[in-house]
């Protein structure tokens, strides 16, 4: 069956870095594209990212653009995400997503919680 | 962005009685291919988002038959026919059709 593993989180001061990955199994993962998919505590859904298939796309939710970094790895089977500059809210459990249809996900990982705090 | 806009917030419901919640976007769902890209998720207390329900009515496989989803343009419901004990959580409406995919702020079912 579609396991995702997220790993990674943790508590980080403002302005370090933090890389979460997300490991895959019980699918071919080269034929999907992958998604982070964040939710801060006690609040709602946020999409954060999206890498295609063959890592050749990513697009990303303006509050991260330019800070945060998909990408993936197919013959490890695994996706990433690298923060850098990391905000107070940025605070959320982080999930990694399989891609279905156009810009939606099916299979959701247990997600990894990411702390900014000082 | 689209803006998915659900209600009610909260829906106290009675095992064995019906249930629907209400989704709407701001714009238009159908797509350039004709689907209709919306999306529901159930969050179970203390676990991940799970798939009920895609492109509108269509169900993910596991999902009892009490679930269903409907609509279209920018209109959608899902519905419970009969609630149980463990479909408490919170659901969200999610639209895939115009980037970024966006969600509903949430409903929480609670049993009366």
């Known amino acids: 069956q579609v396991q995702l593993v997220e790993s990674g989180g943790g508590v980080v001061q403002p302005g370090r870095s933090l890389r979460l990955s997300c490991a895959a199994s019980g699918f071919i993962f080269s034929s999907h594209a992958m998604h982070w998919v964040r939710q801060a505590p006690g609040k709602g859904l946020e999409w954060v990212a999206i890498i295609s298939h063959d890592a050749f796309n990513q697009y990303y939710a303006d509050s991260v653009k330019g800070r945060f970094t998909i990408s993936r790895d197919n013959s490890k089977n695994t996706l990433y995400l690298q923060m850098i500059s990391l905000r107070v809210e940025d605070t959320a459990v982080f999930y990694c997503?399989?891609?279905?249809?156009?810009?939606?996900?099916?299979?959701w990982g247990q997600g990894t919680l990411v702390t900014v705090s000082s | 962005d689209v803006v998915m806009t659900q209600s009610p917030l909260s829906l106290p419901v009675t095992l064995g009685q019906p249930a629907s919640i209400s989704c709407r976007s701001s714009?238009?769902?159908?797509?350039?291919?004709?689907?209709?890209?919306l999306s529901w998720f159930q969050q179970r207390p203390g676990q991940s988002p799970r798939r009920l329900i895609y492109?509108?009515?269509n169900r993910d496989s596991g999902v009892p038959d009490r679930f269903s989803g409907s609509g279209s343009g920018t209109d959608f419901t899902l519905k419970i026919s009969r609630v149980e004990a463990e479909d408490v959580g919170v659901y969200y409406c999610?639209?895939?059709?115009?980037?970024?995919?966006?969600f509903g702020g949430g409903t929480k079912v609670e049993i009366k």
């Open positions: 714009q238009s769902l159908v797509y350039t291919d004709g689907n209709t890209y």
């Open positions: 999610m639209q895939d059709t115009h980037r970024p995919p966006t």
């Open positions: 997503a399989r891609g279905s249809g156009t810009w939606g996900f099916d299979q």
């Open positions: 492109k509108v009515s």
